[in-house]
């Protein structure tokens, strides 16, 4: 079956570090991948996708992830973390089944520093 | 233009009572998805639509029913509502992208 593994339930980082946060995948197929982000009491925000091409792909906010098919992982970075990104984000994945349903990771809570 | 919105933000339901969670979006999107959250758990999908009179069952459909109208509504009905379903309710619609709307707490006491 379809899974998205994000191994870090939590991460803290300090203001002005870099941060990566861990996505990998199981699926068949060459997968549709996303990154969200989800502030305390607020709905999904899309940060980035990937459909194909060029496997850095870059999003909103200055974060950028790496699609790795070899390690069937999709890895979310930002070279410094401002207190503003303290939020849960989920990685996850576009199936074609369920009309395009979304499989989502568990999600990693980032807490920053300062 | 809204996006996607839903209605309530929070609701208190006592055990066996019933709700409707109202959905709207103004990209006129024939997918549309209900999903909840909970917490750790991701989220799953309850119900999806693929255009107005469609709908079909996600992975945890039971104790929900849908209706699809008109492209920009998608309600989600709870019947008999029980302990467990006591989440975060997600309502989404399809273009590139899913776009999701803010959420609907929802409590069954």
């Given at each position: 079956?379809?899974?998205?593994?994000?191994?870090?339930?939590?991460?803290?980082?300090?203001?002005?570090?870099?941060?990566?946060?861990?996505?990998?995948?199981?699926?068949?197929?060459?997968?549709?991948?996303?990154?969200?982000?989800?502030?305390?009491?607020?709905?999904?925000?899309?940060?980035?996708?990937?459909?194909?091409?060029?496997?850095?792909?870059?999003?909103?906010?200055?974060?950028?992830?790496?699609?790795?098919?070899?390690?069937?992982?999709?890895?979310?970075?930002?070279?410094?973390?401002?207190?503003?990104?303290?939020?849960?984000?989920?990685?996850?994945?576009?199936?074609?089944?369920y009309g395009?349903k979304?499989?989502?990771?568990?999600?990693?809570?980032?807490?920053?520093?300062? | 233009?809204?996006?996607?919105?839903?209605?309530?933000?929070?609701?208190?339901?006592?055990?066996?009572?019933?709700?409707?969670?109202?959905?709207?979006?103004?990209?006129?999107?024939?997918?549309?998805y209900w999903y909840r959250?909970?917490?750790?758990?991701?989220?799953k999908l309850i119900y999806y639509s693929?255009?107005?009179?469609?709908t079909d069952k996600g992975e945890v459909p039971n104790g929900y029913n849908v209706s699809?109208?008109?492209?920009?509504?998608?309600?989600l009905r709870l019947e008999?509502?029980?302990?467990s379903q006591?989440s975060?309710y997600?309502?989404?619609?399809?273009?590139?992208?899913?776009?999701?709307?803010?959420?609907?707490?929802?409590?069954?006491?």
């Amino acid at each position: 079956a379809q899974s998205v593994t994000q191994p870090d339930i939590h991460i803290t980082v300090s203001e002005g570090a870099s941060l990566e946060l861990r996505c990998n995948y199981s699926y068949g197929a060459t997968p549709y991948l996303f990154w969200y982000v989800q502030s305390p009491g607020q709905g999904l925000q899309l940060l980035l996708k990937y459909f194909s091409g060029d496997t850095l792909v870059q999003g909103i906010k200055g974060f950028e992830a790496e699609f790795k098919r070899s390690q069937s992982s999709f890895n979310l970075r930002k070279p410094s973390v401002h207190w503003s990104d303290a939020a849960e984000y989920f990685c996850a994945v576009g199936l074609m089944e369920y009309g395009n349903k979304l499989v989502f990771g568990a999600g990693t809570i980032l807490r920053v520093k300062s | 233009n809204a996006g996607v919105t839903q209605t309530p933000k929070f609701r208190i339901l006592k055990i066996g009572q019933s709700m409707t969670l109202q959905c709207t979006q103004d990209m006129n999107h024939n997918y549309m998805y209900w999903y909840r959250q909970d917490p750790g758990m991701g989220l799953k999908l309850i119900y999806y639509s693929v255009g107005a009179g469609i709908t079909d069952k996600g992975e945890v459909p039971n104790g929900y029913n849908v209706s699809r109208s008109t492209t920009e509504d998608f309600p989600l009905r709870l019947e008999l509502a029980a302990p467990s379903q006591t989440s975060v309710y997600f309502c989404a619609s399809r273009g590139e992208t899913q776009y999701f709307g803010p959420g609907t707490r929802l409590l069954v006491l």
